[in-house]
């Protein structure tokens, strides 16, 4: 499985961007795809998921209400909404995939090679 991010760019606080990940080389709807960042100098951390089959999500306490999971199954896309970014959303924006929903977000099978989001005045 190949997954591709896009997306990534310098936004202003209080912006919003949306990111791509492409999932190519398997059967879609088998996964579990998490969105993943990481910051300059801290640990990865899982932003949320979502299950392709039935399209049930869960977030991140940091980014609840702020970020949306969603996927195209035809396009074989799930999509990254960020709304009211903030500085500290800075990060390397990393998907994963992984065809079990329990593996989120330590064990993760497959990754892309992420994009970034810079959050700057």
């Known amino acids: 499985v190949q997954l591709v991010e896009s997306g990534g760019g310098l936004v202003q606080p209080g912006g919003s961007l949306r990111l791509s990940c492409a999932v190519s080389g398997g059967t879609f709807d088998d996964y579990t795809i998490g969105w993943f960042r990481q910051a300059p100098g801290k640990e990865r951390e899982g932003v949320g998921r979502?299950?392709?089959?039935?399209?049930?999500?869960e977030y991140a306490d940091s980014v609840k209400g702020r970020f949306t999971i969603s996927r195209d199954n035809a396009k074989n896309m799930v999509y990254l909404y960020m709304n009211s970014l903030k500085f500290e959303d800075t990060a390397v924006y990393y998907c994963a995939a992984d065809r079990f929903y329990a593996d989120y977000p330590y064990n993760m099978d497959y990754w892309g090679k992420g994009t970034l989001v810079s959050v700057s005045i």
């Open positions: 979502i299950d392709t089959r039935d399209g049930m999500t």
